[in-house]
């Protein structure tokens, strides 16, 4: 599955809002946002394995693991798909 890059999942403001931080702020959010995502991943996988769907997002083609009317990967997909459909 393709690795999302900071710029797919954060808005310009929030990245802008990011740098404005002091560095030892920034680098406690990241490692507790890193931590925060290896929990998730970890269970995200357990779930997966139980009762959770798995087919691949129309948009980027990462898995999406969730319940079957789970259409896209992440809300900036979901976003993506509506505008394609709004033709711009
Ligand atoms: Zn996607």
Do not use: F
Request: charged share 30%; with cysteine.
């Amino acid at each position: 599955m393709p690795a999302a890059s900071g710029a797919d999942v954060l808005t310009a403001d929030e990245i802008d809002l990011l740098k404005a931080l002091p560095e030892e702020s920034m680098i406690d959010l990241l490692e507790r946002v890193a931590t925060a995502a290896t929990e998730l991943e970890s269970l995200r996988r357990q779930l997966a394995t139980r009762w959770m769907v798995v087919h691949p997002c129309p948009v980027c083609g990462a898995e999406v693991i969730g319940r079957a009317d789970k259409i896209y990967c992440r809300p900036r997909c979901r976003q993506l798909a509506y505008m394609e459909r709004r033709g711009n």
